[in-house]
């Protein structure tokens, strides 16, 4: 209707704007914050206080409330700095590990959006940037097909084919799939179906599969930004993503790469049947208190997402996935982040499965947050906790 768009959006867009912002929601880009700060005010509808509206002017309560977890109140109206609607041309390409790390830097002062995607056991990185459309972009997008007449271009090949052998191996009255029979699945729809396999090193197969479906898959195309900066997630999955500081724009301190060298060696060392794709994303730093990624103007964070699918629908099958997830896989996560002050992205923080999880994630929260300054606006504006839940009272500590 204004013929207007938010500067980033984060993976999934449907989303409503309060839990959009409180839990610091984020999108992708060197030089762009984290959503919650483009908030110029909030009007917050508190149970001792009332409705009460908080700007800048505000000073210290404006920042803890803008990324506030519900903890301060039900967000009822908010208004967020805009900029006009846009198209963006997006470039999907495959680096070798080696190559994403030694680009990196230049890529991040390049492009205004960039992601990483990397496949667990193949020497893959998939690269997403997107910059505004301009007048040589729809040449490139034309240049980019015709590179690719005359080549076979079915990107979803190589996961039919290893569904139909994976099938037959299993299959005792010997049906065979066939592509036709296959017709209309979608990337995501054979992931799921291919991860369904419980079986021996199918993960690793899968990924291989995966990493052929990008490559087959690379090239440019031109879309509104709210279209190309959201994206499908795939189907059911648990996710568990962190955010650390990895120096400032202009001088990358490396702990991005090193994060994501250490995990993967972890993960391949250990055997973890670690799905596709782990995602890497950056941002700026945010001025909200609460953020993960609060820091100097001039920061620069990175924010990695671990997910496993569940692709079963049987119980005991989903509860050894969930639990293998919940356990070694975030486990492993924590203990790789640890040297990075790694803290979880507040929409998929867990219960800490055991008490030494729950020690070690109060001390970090304690380092990290003020939670002296955040518990007071707590019980200044929800004395009777009302407003509380198990978790936070748990991590956080209660209002006082």
Known sequence: EH????PNLASIAEQQMG????????????????????????????PARGIIELTPSDGEMFDLARVGLGCLGVVSELTMKCIPAHNLLEHTYVLSRSEAKAQLNDLLKKHKHIRYMWIPYQDAVVVVTNDPENEDSAQIVEESKKSKEGIDTDSSKPLRDLLKELQLSKNENGHELTDESLKGMGF???RDALLAFLVGDHVEKVNKAEALFWKQSEGYQIKPSDQLLQFDCGGQQWVFEVCFATGTYENNAGHDMKFMENLLERIETEKIPAHAPIEQRWSASSS?????????????????GIIMYLPSDDEAERKDITNRFKGQYCNLARSVGAPFGVVSHWGKLEMPTNGQNFLDLRQLMSKRYPLDKFNAARQYYDPKNILGNDLLNLILGTPR
Do not use: R, Y
């Open 3 to 6: 013929n207007l768009t938010l």
């Open 19 to 46: 839990g959009f912002t409180q839990i610091g929601a984020h999108g992708t880009g060197a030089n762009i914050p984290p959503v919650d700060d483009f908030v110029t005010s909030l009007k917050l509808i508190s």
């Open 188 to 190: 995501g729809e054979l």
């Open 288 to 304: 909200s208190f609460m953020s993960p990624a609060h820091g100097p103007q001039e920061g620069l964070h990175c924010w990695v």
